[in-house]
């Protein structure tokens, strides 16, 4: 029996959640045991919004502990990465993507058409901030920090003090809380994260064989979509806290598979959005969301990026 490969994690139940299903995957596709190893990162330290703690915070701690060879591989929500490759590690698997939509929980179970003016919404994206202002509700918005229970608390505990949360439907779903979903936004009037809803499965470039094995999650088609949407990411030199939204999905085409990108970025007041998209083949993914970004630019998107401040 080989030893076990060593997964590392972050210690919030969602992290654990989406670790133990790829290891559970990769032990059924392959017979290789896997053992979580817990991992603390400074963004579980702090209580500092996302926006202020920077790209990358929820990472940095993992990619340090396989680069000294503390674990083998590491899984990570593909959103919280910095969208820089890393030298010396690989992504050697995309898992199939979970529905990258944002969902509400509400007081009462109410849509957020149901929501009386003046509700309080808490979310802790700017983008998502950004496109409830732009929706002209008159509903208050509210950076939160937390984990999805803890932010679920906010509404359905018992101390609750707000009339709902904007969450992604993805991390509600991994610990399963689905039936607490009031609503799952429209990606017309709430486009999530580039790369929402799927996971990143790293490991060391020079470990050849672990990842060949790795490689056995991939997923090509959720691969592809989340590649558009970091390339229109990167592009923009936005980090993943700006009011920076995409959506690729894959349709049939009359010459094989197609990408559908849609891309916007809003101002933080909502006042101002830019929305576009572009099409192409799986294969040109990464070409596909440089030129929605390129787009984007030419419409005066630098002028939105540049108002995050």
Known sequence: MSAPLRLGTRG????????????????AATGRPVELVRIVTTGDRSSAPVAQLGVGVFVSALRDALIAGEIDFAVHSYKDLPTGAHPGLHIAAVPSREDPRDVL?????????????????????????????????ELQVTPIRGNIDSRIARVHGPEAD????VLARAGVARIGRVAEIAETLDPMLML??????????????????????????????????????????????????????AHAELAEGEDGDEIYLRGAVISPDGVRAIRLSRTGTP???????????????????????????
């Open 105 to 137: 929980i509400a007081q009462g179970n109410r849509t957020l058409a149901e929501l009386p003016p003046g509700s309080v919404i808490g979310t802790g994206a700017v983008r998502r901030i950004a496109q409830l202002r732009a929706l002209g509700l």
């Open 162 to 165: 707000l009339d709902a949360v």
């Open 283 to 309: 294969a040109d993914a990464a070409e596909i969301g440089k030129a929605l970004a390129a787009d984007l630019l030419d419409a005066g998107a630098d002028t939105l990026i540049g108002s995050t401040e």
């Open 12 to 27: 919030s139940a969602l992290a654990i959640a989406q670790s133990q299903q790829t290891a559970d995957a990769l032990t």
């Open 192 to 245: 999530p994260a580039p790369a929402q809803g799927a996971l990143a499965v790293e490991c060391r470039a020079d470990d050849a064989d672990l990842v060949e094995l790795l490689a056995t999650l991939d997923h090509a088609p959720s691969r592809a979509a989340v590649t558009a949407e970091r390339a229109m990411l990167a592009t923009l030199e936005a980090g993943c806290s700006a009011p920076v939204a």
